[in-house]
């Protein structure tokens, strides 16, 4: 592993790149994460419906445990306060499923802990939950862990900004089958779209399989609409001169040489937003496969109607928005006549 280039200033990985991309690393960095920081702490406990005011005292009380040997196996992640709760996390990558665990554990809890919780965290979306034996099973998956803490009270902590570049990068979070539409209406972003299969935006994180640009009315020997869809194969967040240092990462993507050549070109492409301040800032890149087209763009829902625009896109495009296949594919025009 080379943790520093030549040219380089300092290394790219993080903290939790040491740890690998297995599922103990996985397990072990969110633990990291809640042992780190209190609100980090507090609001996995909201997400789990855990009732617990984020103080200082009940943080205190509270112990983050992992790689726990008990008698009925050994657990990914404990969390523990007093008798008030007692919540078990299961940690699956790729296609990992919890299957024996959804009962191994369950006579594992304190049994005078008032809240006793499982939860398991997969790469698949699944929100059933149960309730056998006073524990309640919660099925979740790692892209909502992605959502719960990608929020501004959450990004600006450095801590939160490398455990979710960490996830997104090395766990390649793409079983939730969503399509990212988002507006171009810069030329510059239009050429490194169509030219180099590349989409550069602020910091971002989430990990969508596939991108539909939508293009702006006024754009040059452009349709308003959507008018391609690219899988996207790989995503990272870097300040732009930063590129050669991923270079190993830009090979994970793609076997094609040139079509990691390309993408190099694309990061490098400058426009009228590009000032020197602008080359220290980090912004995200989705490196895309190249794209399929359709004869007629996909529009926007008109009119004010209140309620437009539901599962779809209306007026302004908001930072993350996604759509569902299914969604989309209604709205393919050649599709839908």
Same mark, same amino acid.
């Given at each position: 592993?080379?943790?520093?280039?030549?040219?380089?200033? /300092?290394?790219?990985?993080?903290? %939790?790149?040491?740890?690998?991309?297995?599922?103990?690393?996985?397990?072990?960095?969110?633990?990291?994460?809640?042992?780190? &920081?209190?609100?980090?702490?507090?609001?996995? #406990?909201? !997400?789990?419906?855990?009732?617990?005011?984020?103080?200082? @005292? @009940?943080?205190?009380?509270?112990?983050?445990?992992?790689? /726990?040997?008990?008698?009925?196996?050994?657990? &990914?992640?404990?969390?523990?306060?007093? &008798?008030?709760?007692?919540?078990?996390?299961?940690?699956?990558?790729?296609?990992?499923?919890? #299957?024996?665990?959804?009962?191994?554990? #369950?006579?594992?809890?304190?049994?005078?802990?008032?809240?006793?919780?499982?939860?398991?965290?997969?790469?698949?979306?699944?929100?059933?939950?149960?309730? $056998?034996?006073?524990?309640?099973?919660?099925?979740?998956?790692? #892209?909502?862990?992605?959502?719960?803490?990608?929020s501004k009270l959450f990004i600006?902590?450095?801590?939160?900004?490398? %455990? =979710?570049?960490?996830?997104?990068?090395?766990?390649?979070?793409?079983?939730?089958?969503?399509?990212?539409?988002?507006?171009?209406?810069?030329?510059?972003?239009?050429?490194? %779209?169509?030219?180099?299969?590349?989409?550069?935006?602020?910091?971002?994180?989430?990990?969508?399989?596939?991108?539909?640009p939508h293009f702006s009315r006024?754009?040059?020997?452009?349709?308003?609409?959507?008018?391609?869809?690219?899988?996207?194969?790989?995503?990272?967040?870097?300040?732009?001169?930063?590129?050669?240092? !991923?270079?190993?990462?830009?090979?994970?993507?793609?076997?094609?040489?040139?079509?990691?050549? @390309?993408?190099?070109?694309?990061?490098?492409?400058?426009?009228?937003?590009?000032?020197?301040?602008?080359?220290?800032?980090?912004?995200?890149?989705?490196? =895309? &496969?190249?794209?399929?087209?359709?004869?007629?763009?996909?529009?926007?829902?008109?009119?004010?109607?209140?309620?437009?625009?539901?599962?779809?896109?209306?007026?302004?495009?908001? $930072?993350?928005?996604?759509?569902? %296949?299914?969604? !989309?594919?209604?709205?393919?025009?050649?599709?839908?006549?």
């Amino acid at each position: 592993m080379i943790l520093k280039n030549i040219n380089s200033t /300092k290394t790219t990985f993080s903290q %939790f790149d040491l740890l690998g991309s297995d599922e103990v690393a996985i397990s072990t960095a969110f633990a990291y994460l809640l042992s780190f &920081d209190r609100d980090c702490y507090f609001r996995f #406990l909201k !997400f789990l419906g855990v009732s617990s005011k984020n103080t200082e @005292n @009940n943080y205190f009380r509270s112990s983050v445990v992992t790689e /726990k040997k008990r008698d009925e196996g050994r657990t &990914d992640i404990e969390l523990i306060q007093d &008798d008030k709760y007692h919540i078990v996390v299961e940690c699956k990558i790729n296609k990992g499923k919890a #299957l024996k665990q959804r009962t191994q554990y #369950l006579s594992a809890f304190n049994g005078n802990a008032k809240k006793k919780v499982l939860c398991f965290l997969t790469q698949e979306r699944d929100t059933s939950k149960e309730i $056998p034996k006073e524990v309640i099973v919660i099925n979740s998956s790692w #892209l909502d862990i992605i959502e719960l803490y990608n929020s501004k009270l959450f990004i600006e902590k450095p801590i939160v900004i490398e %455990f =979710l570049k960490f996830t997104t990068k090395n766990y390649k979070m793409r079983e939730l089958k969503e399509i990212l539409v988002q507006e171009i209406g810069d030329q510059t972003e239009v050429i490194r %779209f169509e030219k180099y299969n590349l989409y550069r935006r602020y910091q971002q994180f989430g990990a969508p399989i596939y991108f539909a640009p939508h293009f702006s009315r006024g754009l040059e020997n452009r349709p308003t609409g959507i008018s391609n869809l690219s899988k996207i194969l790989g995503i990272l967040s870097f300040k732009p001169n930063e590129v050669d240092n !991923f270079r190993n990462d830009l090979e994970s993507f793609s076997n094609d040489q040139n079509q990691i050549k @390309n993408w190099i070109k694309g990061i490098k492409l400058k426009g009228k937003l590009d000032t020197k301040k602008n080359e220290d800032i980090i912004h995200t890149y989705y490196f =895309l &496969d190249y794209p399929i087209t359709f004869k007629s763009p996909l529009r926007k829902d008109g009119g004010i109607k209140k309620g437009r625009g539901k599962n779809w896109i209306a007026a302004m495009i908001p $930072p993350n928005r996604c759509v569902t %296949f299914e969604e !989309f594919i209604r709205h393919i025009p050649e599709l839908n006549q």
